[in-house]
């Protein structure tokens, strides 16, 4: 039996449903539920195994007289699987409640910045907040062992602003997160990598621009692309100016 063109027609519109943003529309983050359960195997492997955790953190190098490990020594790996190992109950300030925390933050707003952006575009902007927050540890505290997912949640952050704004949305419940993340921020400093927050939330902003106001064209895409592509190489060089003036 032929399919009138009038459910025809339907179809295509709902297949073509896109975000403010540009992405394709879903009706399920996937892929906030597939970080948060990389983040938690993570854990429980570290749990498993104490070693892991050592062995993905951040660390840009060791100091002098230690067995040379990091970034500088061509373990680049390193500036993103540090976003995915957390402290280990009865390490550091917080223990456990870090792995907690990070997750809990990461249910409830890369659900909602998930379904503003689309998966393509929100993969990318976990991905360089992440980044981002790693080379700004490896720039400032390059023998610090750091680990994760915080970089890459204050991107999040920023992007739950941005697109709040973009999109008119009701910003005292907004700007109340924000300042939350904010105060955290300064609050936290001299007990976790604010260095790692600082450089996510830097990241996430921009990516997130990019993303609310590229021209609703044509050219949308490539603009949004493009300017991902140019923080992205912007990073590893800075990354990699560091890492050889480290070894020099």
């Not at 955790?53 to 840009?60: D, I, N, P, V």
């Not at 976003?83 to 223990?95: N, Q, R, S, Y």
């Amino acid at each position: 039996m032929p399919v009138p063109s009038s459910l025809k027609e339907g179809a295509r519109s709902i297949r073509q449903a896109r975000t403010a943003s540009g992405g394709r529309v879903t009706a399920v983050p996937l892929l906030t539920y597939v970080l948060v359960g990389l983040n938690v195997v993570a854990y429980l492997v570290e749990l498993a195994r104490p070693s892991f955790g050592y062995r993905f953190a951040m660390l840009g190098t060791t100091p002098a007289g230690h067995v040379p490990e990091g970034v500088a020594h061509g373990e680049w790996y390193r500036l993103l699987t540090g976003a995915f190992p957390h402290l280990t109950p009865g390490e550091g300030t917080f223990g456990i409640t870090h792995v907690l925390s990070d997750m809990v933050a990461l249910w409830n707003i890369g659900r909602v910045v998930e379904s503003q952006l689309g998966r393509v575009r929100y993969l990318a902007l976990y991905s360089l907040p992440a980044l981002g927050g790693s080379v700004l540890e490896l720039l400032l505290l390059p023998e610090s062992y750091t680990v994760g997912a915080s970089g890459a949640i204050f991107g999040l952050g920023a992007a739950y602003w941005v697109m709040g704004r973009r999109l008119g949305h009701d910003m005292r419940e907004v700007n109340r997160y924000t300042a939350g993340l904010l105060l955290w921020l300064v609050i936290s400093a001299g007990l976790t990598s604010w260095q790692g927050h600082l450089g996510g939330l830097l990241a996430g902003a921009v990516v997130t621009l990019a993303y609310a106001y590229a021209p609703r064209d044509g050219r949308r895409a490539l603009v949004q692309a493009g300017v991902c592509v140019a923080l992205l190489a912007l990073l590893i060089a800075l990354a990699w100016l560091k890492a050889a003036s480290l070894t020099a």
